[in-house]
């Protein structure tokens, strides 16, 4: 996979999860070193996490609950960093 397409996954994992805030997304990851780093880390813990329920163990999987909970912190950070772009009158539906 090249790193545009990489990119572009990345991306496409964060506008799943925030599609109301797509355009402030889109221009974040093209101008924010931080925020596109913090999307990256998101992409990867979504695609492993994936990975983990799809193992035959996975109810047993301890890393399954670890991952819930960095995505959970992820999308914290990319709400806050989004709201702090937005200002405090817009919301972000969450």
Do not use: W
């Not at 797509?22 to 990975?51: G, K, M």
């Not at 109810?59 to 405090?88: F, N």
């Amino acid at each position: 996979m090249s790193d545009s397409d990489t990119a572009r996954s990345d991306l496409a994992h964060v506008l799943e999860r925030f599609p109301t805030a797509s355009i402030l997304v889109r221009r974040l990851f093209l101008v924010d070193r931080d925020f596109r780093s913090v999307c990256e880390d998101y992409a990867l813990a979504q695609n492993t996490l994936a990975r983990f329920q799809t193992m035959p163990d996975a109810q047993q999987r301890p890393e399954i609950a670890d991952y819930l909970s960095i995505i959970d912190e992820l999308e914290s950070e990319i709400a806050a960093l989004v709201r702090k772009t937005r200002g405090p009158a817009e919301s972000l539906d969450r």
